[in-house]
């Protein structure tokens, strides 16, 4: 799953990546370890406790991190780790999330220069729901009326 999302130029450019709370924390490291990168992790709040930093991890100026999470909306919490990369002289061109629910985070993210990457889509799953016949005519509309992109 994670090579077909996290293509081989896209790990060749990248030095490190970097989990945002929670899931990204919970399967970051494990890519991290797969791909042979060091990990990050990017906290919501400045840590009261250690190097007091929002970024803990070995940082050095200049290095490509690749940003990782679960799932992105509109992409604030993507926009938000990366501006903490970005304070701390890493660079953040890209962003790997497991489902992109397509309400504004693509479009969000490229106005700050990240490509995001997505395993599935909202509506992807919609459709193979639909096609299951898990969901009928009607709820698939209703979850398409809410996608944005």
């Known amino acids: 799953m994670y090579r077909s999302v996290v293509e081989p130029v896209l ?38 406790h250690g190097r007091k930093k929002r970024v803990e991890g070995l940082l050095k100026p200049g290095d490509n991190v690749l940003v990782l999470d679960d799932v992105t909306t509109s992409g604030k ?33 490229r106005k700050i220069g990240i490509k995001l990457h997505a395993y599935t889509t909202m509506k992807r799953i919609a459709d193979k729901l639909l096609g299951l016949g898990t969901i009928d005519e009607r709820q698939h509309n209703e979850i398409l009326s809410q996608i944005v992109s």
């Open 11 to 48: 790990v060749k450019r990248v030095q490190r990546l970097a989990g945002i709370p929670t899931a990204g924390i919970a399967y970051a490291p494990v890519l991290a370890y797969v791909l042979s990168k060091p990990f990050l992790s990017v906290w919501r709040d400045l840590k009261e």
């Open 77 to 109: 919490n993507i926009i938000d780790a990366a501006g903490a990369i970005r304070a701390e002289g890493g660079v953040v061109e890209d962003a790997v999330v497991l489902l992109d629910r397509q309400q504004g985070g693509v479009e969000n993210l």
